[in-house]
């Protein structure tokens, strides 16, 4: 039967390209539509209530077959509120699945809900935009978080624990008057939240009073929240409303909205709904029936195939034009098509230019069901409006990823030159340019920063570790591309896995383990990172040349300077107005570097970073152990 959806004759009977797919709420009547090729008949089953559970079924609606493998059925009246689910009936056989498209669902995702969609806008929505809307890409500062991490501490001051709503406080404090959530966000500086998933997942049972932990990266409705981050999980409409009231919120205060999609695979193959209404169309499956695992997640999305490739795209315009989203963070992109990913940032791009694109290009083996190019990293030409984690600068600065105890340049390890030029140039040798480069040292996956240092430095104090997080993100914050960090980085973040070691999976572990820890707030070690974090940040925002785009721009602004010392790398950037010169020193030792002729102002010195002259120097400088220092020179 696979085989049969690679044929181009299906292909090309059974391509639907309009966008009426799913339920069209009006308040005169709602309009049904399903992509169902392969089946003898279709009814619309219509509920009262979301849980499947509840025997209250309302009507059912026969579908007529219509255009292109497609079913219709329409009913008078406003639904708004009303649940409902697909019954498929194929050669014998009969399913009951929830729409793709479903726009809310009830508890747990089992079945759909009709939606007015307006009524959901929180007031001023109309006017609603990205705060960084005139921005680019190398412009951006982006932090990623999970919704249920920022607020859980009963030391967070929030209200909405593990909430959308969470997200949406201000004003919040933990017991020493800190500025907790949202207002600590803001102040850091950073211009994109970057949400781990936010739609619809699987693995969390949303009826439960305090819903399991998880990452979400186990997709069940692609185009709904997850239930578990709402007030009310049973009612689909909360959901979408509490959601949007989040991304208001957050661009009333100046932060944009990133999602972290994951469109290449699903949480349980056989069951995923598309798969259930049209057998295994969504997922690669070859003709003996083996389902494709490059995902290592138990299936592959056949991104290729035509309706999926329209789903894909279909979906991350919906979040951008519903919801207001600002940018999309593909996980394992690496899995889907070129053509789709150019599609996506295309049409996306025709209504809403500031929208940005990044994702994880690794090369996973997938068993494609029709040859296609898939967006991995050095297919960074191909797929221009797209940018890639920078793992290059990962290992370099913190170590290989293969194994836990390999030092990185900032834990003393021997360091090419030529691959710390490339990386601070965002020229590492897959990248087409720097703004395609999304340069990070910790994410969400592995160890945390800190964490990771401890174990490639076991021996060095504590102050000395600090330092190396110092260095780590001076180097990586300051490097042309974009600068992209796991939230919490800046305080020290540690995730210890309760056995004298440190969780580096943290996945499904108990909120104990990923939740900020805000009671640590006021130490001094952690107000003097968090201190040189928004130094950094600031300073970056306040020079262009360190946020070049292109290429050709990099090699006229950017020089190499010669340096003796193994450790230690030095770069002028050229500008028109001012020049820049940074030393970074992974020694242990203090080192003294000669500086290009006239006054320089430090600006960034051993654990202070910002945009005020420290001192003015000439001749040279010293550089502090595990250290960068960074200074300018206005132009006359
Ligand atoms: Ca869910």
């Avoid at 053509?339 to 940005?356: D, F, G, L, R």
């Avoid at 913190?398 to 834990?411: E, F, H, L, S």
């Avoid at 290429?551 to 002028?572: A, G, H, L, T």
């Amino acid at each position: 039967m696979f085989e049969l959806y690679n044929s181009t004759e299906f292909e090309t009977k059974y391509t639907y390209t309009q966008m009426d797919l799913g339920a069209a709420w009006s308040a005169e009547k709602t309009d049904f539509r399903l992509w169902a090729p392969t089946a003898d008949s279709v009814q619309v089953r219509l509920y009262k209530n979301g849980n499947a559970d509840t025997q209250d079924l309302l009507e059912t609606l026969d579908m007529t077959q219509d255009v292109h493998g497609t079913w219709i059925a329409s009913k008078s009246g406003d639904l708004n509120g009303i649940y409902y689910t697909y019954l498929v009936q194929r050669d014998g056989t009969e399913v009951e699945a929830c729409d793709p498209y479903a726009r809310t669902t009830g508890v747990n995702g089992q079945r759909a809900m009709i939606l007015d969609l307006n009524s959901t806008n929180p007031e001023g929505w109309e006017n609603d935009k990205d705060p960084n809307y005139d921005k680019d890409i190398t412009d951006a500062v982006i932090y990623e978080l999970h919704v249920r991490d920022l607020s859980m501490s009963e030391h967070s001051g929030i209200q909405n624990k593990g909430k959308f709503l969470g997200l949406a406080e201000t004003g919040t404090k933990n017991l020493e008057g800190l500025s907790t959530g949202l207002d600590y966000i803001k102040n850091l500086g950073v211009t994109h939240i970057h949400l781990l998933p936010v739609y619809d997942y699987g693995f969390t049972d949303e009826s439960l009073p305090l819903p399991q932990y998880n990452w979400g990266y186990d997709p069940v409705n692609f185009n709904t929240p997850e239930g578990s981050f709402s007030t009310d999980p049973y009612h689909g409409e909360i959901r979408v409303a509490e959601m949007k009231q989040m991304i208001k919120t957050l661009h009333d205060n100046g932060l944009s909205v990133v999602m972290d999609v994951v469109y290449n695979h699903v949480y349980d193959g056989e069951a995923f709904c598309f798969n259930q209404i049209v057998p295994g169309y969504f997922s690669r499956i070859n003709a003996d029936g083996v389902w494709s695992d490059g995902s290592i997640c138990g299936n592959d999305t056949a991104s290729e195939r035509n309706m999926v490739h329209k789903y894909i795209v279909d979906s991350v315009c919906y979040w951008a034009d519903e919801y207001h989203i600002d940018g999309f963070r593909f996980d394992l992109v690496g899995l889907i098509d070129v053509k789709t990913i150019n599609a996506i940032t295309s049409e996306v791009h025709k209504k809403h230019p500031n929208v940005i694109f990044y994702g994880e290009g690794w090369d996973m083996p997938t068993e494609l069901t029709k040859p296609c190019e898939l967006t991995i990293q050095p297919n960074s030409p191909k797929t221009p409006a797209f940018s890639f984690f920078n793992d290059t600068i990962r290992d370099l600065l913190r170590g290989n990823i293969q194994k836990d105890t390999a030092p990185g340049y900032v834990a003393g390890a021997p360091t090419p030159k030529e691959v710390l030029n490339a990386c601070f140039m965002g020229m590492p040798a897959w990248a087409a340019n720097p703004y395609q480069c999304i340069n990070y040292v910790s994410c969400h996956d592995n160890h945390t920063l800190f964490d990771r240092i401890a174990l490639t430095a076991p021996e060095a104090s504590v102050a000395d570790r600090i330092r190396m997080n110092r260095l780590a993100a001076a180097f990586s914050i300051l490097s042309q591309g974009v600068p992209f960090f796991h939230a919490g980085e800046e305080m020290l973040r540690t995730k210890p896995d309760g056995k004298g070691g440190f969780d580096e999976n943290s996945y499904r572990a108990p909120d104990e383990v990923n939740q900020f820890c805000w009671e640590n707030l006021g130490k001094p070690e952690y107000q003097k990172t968090i201190e040189y974090y928004r130094g950094l940040i600031a300073f970056r925002k306040a020079h262009d040349i360190l946020r070049l785009k292109y290429r050709k721009d990099v090699f006229n602004c950017v020089e190499m300077i010669p340096c003796r010392d193994s450790q230690v790398v030095v770069y002028r950037v050229v500008g028109n107005a001012q020049d820049i010169f940074l030393i970074f020193n992974a020694g242990t030792e203090s080192v003294s570097i000669s500086l290009p002729e006239g006054n320089w102002n430090i600006m960034i010195q051993d654990d202070i970073a910002g945009t005020d002259a420290l001192s003015t120097v000439n001749g040279s400088v010293d550089v502090t152990p595990i250290s960068a220092t960074v200074l300018t020179q206005e132009k006359a």
